[in-house]
């Protein structure tokens, strides 16, 4: 049975499919038409999935959407009454989309994909909990998921057992703890829906000053995790905007511009929504763990891509394990929705046996030596092959020379994270690869930290874990004999100062309140990248290294070798290396670029 998932119209389009409930393949649509975060219907990513299985749309036996347009509507349709007639210039520009495209969905899959068979549509907290409890090791869960609304609903939580998924309860919009952490990503000058990392990422660098204002003034918050909003500071009701007037008199100004200064204000209000999701975040999981009796939790939604809050509710040890969905927005929920219909509409078997079905989450195109020489000779681009034993040597001599490296590697990434397959690298020892990486390679903030990727079995020398963290979800503290005192003259620092002031061995990639990112790295779900660790390992004695996106700031990370080869020689990168392939960028013929492509990717 083969079954084919899709999300689309909102943000991250993306398509899964699924065969007898093996996860076969799984794309963001923005990966093909490098339009970041694109929304539309996800035809590239469509056609990819069904040319991974080997058939055609009309061998499909279930198609499925990931919400239900429908009920989405009627809950458009009652906020823009409940709040008319303030909301009609809102109303005004989403129902051009709504009419033409989201009403009729069956007839947009029919007609995009030439399918005639039954369509089926799954609620999209459904789709969370699916994404997230199918694919983990456990034989029974409780799950929980969060995100800023799908039809009606912001959070749940239900069980899982089996191939059976029972949702419990629920907060309703507009009560949304993802739309609270989005509207001080709004309010901190960052853009909603794709600047909430930046908001995580800058938050220790400031204080919780404002966190009880938060809720003494924004939200009721009970001792299960429900809470209620004071919508009179909101505006995404009805406006066109996150929050209103009452919201800015609160904290004392209008939002900060999009790329104006950051201020010591800004990372204190950061740092405050920071600590109030992560305290509602650990308050459901204590209530879930009590009323279910599950020792194991998965979690799925946007507000599950908060690795820092995750990496709390892992430490709390509430649960025996936790598994975190690696595509947990709304692309995911493509996935979760095919994984539904197998398992729930066609109550299909479920095997557990100890390891999650995610692949890696590796799901997405790959691309053989053969095809990556093909490319290299049809364009002209010297390049030396290298054959695996000589291969990750190498590479490891080339990070240890504080070079940083274009990583491109077998399947593409389903999900946000690079997890070694698209990746930049580095050497985590060298003090300067934060800020060369920031500026010089991805163009973005210089504040954003990066993460590690470490051998599995080395990860609690460098940090006070000692759990598989494989989807860089989970963030944990860098052990205490790794850290370097601060003198008092930096103590006394505050915000954006303390960036450049190395907090442990590994400075590249510890935080400044001394936490990491990490991505554990197994032999046995990622040889290839393990193997490159471990030669950096056993030239160097560390196992860790710097693992970023292959991508620059708003473009999507790259898919194939052409977009690798564009990334590379459009930056700082120093090497790419494509399959067993080296490309050293001091041999590569003089790029000239058709268009000024800075100006746009920068301006968004």
């Known amino acids: 049975m083969t079954i084919l998932g899709i999300s689309a119209f909102y943000h991250d389009s993306a398509a899964a499919l699924v065969r007898d409930g093996d996860i076969v393949a799984a794309a963001q649509e923005e990966r093909f038409t490098r339009k970041k975060h694109d929304h539309r219907f996800p035809s590239n990513a469509v056609a990819y999935c069904l040319h991974e299985a080997g058939i055609s749309a009309k061998k499909l036996d279930h198609v499925i959407f990931y919400d239900k347009p429908l009920t989405k509507f009627e809950r458009l349709l009652e906020t823009y009454l409940g709040y008319a007639p303030s909301g009609i210039a809102s109303f005004m520009m989403a129902m051009p989309l709504w009419l033409k495209e989201k009403l009729w969905m069956p007839d947009v899959i029919r007609g995009e994909l030439g399918y005639e068979g039954r369509i089926l549509f799954c609620d999209h907290h459904e789709s969370h909990a699916a994404s997230a409890f199918y694919p983990s090791p456990f034989e ?78 924004l939200i009721d918050l009970k001792e299960d995790g429900s809470f209620r909003l004071d919508m009179s500071y909101f505006n995404y009701c009805a406006g066109l905007t996150m929050t209103g007037d009452r919201f800015h008199r609160l904290f004392g100004g209008p939002p900060r511009k999009p790329e104006s200064l950051l201020t010591q204000r800004d990372m204190d209000l950061a740092r405050s929504v920071q600590e109030v999701t992560e305290e509602v975040m650990l308050r459901m999981a204590r209530h879930v763990r009590k009323v279910s009796g599950m020792k194991n939790l998965c979690l799925a939604g946007g507000v599950a891509l908060n690795c820092v809050a995750n990496g709390k509710i892992l430490r709390e040890r509430l649960f025996d394990d936790i598994w975190l969905q690696p595509a947990a927005g709304d692309a995911g929920g493509a996935l979760g929705a095919a994984l539904y219909a197998y398992h729930v509409y066609a109550g299909g078997n479920r095997t557990v046996n100890g390891r999650d079905t995610q692949k890696a989450s ?15 000779e049809t364009n002209g681009y010297p390049a030396t092959r290298y054959d695996d034993d000589t291969l990750f040597p190498e590479v490891a001599r080339i990070l240890a020379d504080e070079h940083v490296v274009g990583w491109f590697q077998d399947r593409m990434e389903f999900g946000p994270r690079a ?20 500026l010089k390679i991805k163009f973005r903030e210089s504040f954003r930290p990066f993460a590690p990727s470490v051998l599995r079995e080395c990860v609690s020398e460098y940090f006070e874990m000692d759990s598989d963290s494989p989807y860089m979800l989970l963030v944990a503290p860098v052990r205490e004999a790794r850290r370097v005192a601060m003198t008092p003259e930096q103590e006394s620092l505050f915000g954006i100062e303390k960036l450049n002031i190395p907090r442990s061995d590994l400075p590249a990639i510890t935080h400044v309140d001394y936490s990491a990112r990490i991505q554990t790295v197994s032999e046995t779900e990622h040889p290839r990248y393990y193997r490159l660790i471990k030669a950096f390992r056993d030239l160097t004695g560390y196992g860790v290294i710097v693992n970023t996106s292959f991508n620059v700031r708003s473009e999507p990370i790259v898919c194939t070798p052409e977009d690798a080869y564009k990334c590379f020689m459009r930056t700082h990168i120093d090497y790419l290396v494509l399959g067993n392939y080296v490309l050293d960028k001091r041999n590569q013929p003089e790029w000239k670029e058709k268009v000024d492509w800075r100006s746009e990717f920068e301006l968004d």
């Open 362 to 376: 590796l799901l997405g195109p790959g691309f053989d030596d053969d095809e990556i020489g093909r490319f290299l």
């Open 140 to 217: 029974e869960a409780a799950i929980l998921t969060l995100d800023g609304v799908g039809e009606w609903t912001t959070s749940s939580w239900g069980i899982g057992t089996g191939n059976t998924i029972e949702l419990k309860n629920e907060i309703r919009f507009p009560h949304s703890l993802g739309l609270l952490y989005s509207a001080f990503t709004y309010y901190t000058g960052f853009k909603v829906n794709s600047g909430e990392y930046k908001v995580m990422g800058l938050a220790p660098y400031g204080e919780p000053k404002y966190a009880q204002l938060i809720y003494d003034h």
């Open 419 to 438: 997890l070694g397959n698209r990746s930049i690298i580095g050497d985590a020892r060298t003090p300067k690869m934060q800020s060369v990486m920031n």
